[in-house]
């Protein structure tokens, strides 16, 4: 189960690279989301792919990481979630309002033309 997420974890982030290379601003948008989702796969895996783990201590057992779930990865992914969300639609407003203004969506904000290719 590791190694597929573990390979899974490696197309998005190639995935994502591939996307923020492109000269287009949606494009770059659409990359640094999905590298944000590969880095907060990374950081949920950190917690250990346990199957039947308790979520909290049971009356009875003893506390140690063997019989329980740890807290922490899913707490800082539900963090990054939110900020992802929050960074998202900030970075679409401002590829709106740079679209407005300028009347394209390339990067560095011209078109290329047949001489440069």
């Known amino acids: 189960m ?4 573990a ?3 490696g197309i998005v982030t190639g995935s994502g690279v ?3 290379l492109r ?3 949606f494009q770059v948008i659409m990359g640094l989301t999905l590298i944000s989702y590969a880095v907060n796969l990374f950081i949920f895996s ?3 792919l346990k199957v039947d783990s308790e979520p909290v201590l049971e009356p009875g057992l003893v506390a140690t990481l063997a019989n329980t779930a740890d807290p922490m990865p899913q707490a800082l992914v539900l963090t990054a979630i939110v900020i992802g969300f929050a960074m ?3 970075f679409l407003v401002v590829l709106l309002a740079s ?5 394209t969506d390339h990067v560095d904000g011209r078109e290329r033309t ?4």
């Not at 590791?2 to 997420?5: F, H, K, N, P, T």
């Not at 047949?114 to 290719?117: D, H, R, S």
């Open 2 to 5: 590791e190694v597929v997420l």
């Open 7 to 9: 390979i899974a974890i």
């Open 18 to 20: 591939y996307l923020l």
């Open 23 to 25: 000269p287009r601003t």
């Open 46 to 48: 950190m917690g250990r």
């Open 88 to 90: 998202t639609a900030l």
């Open 99 to 103: 679209r407005g203004l300028t009347g």
């Open 114 to 117: 047949e001489a440069q290719e």
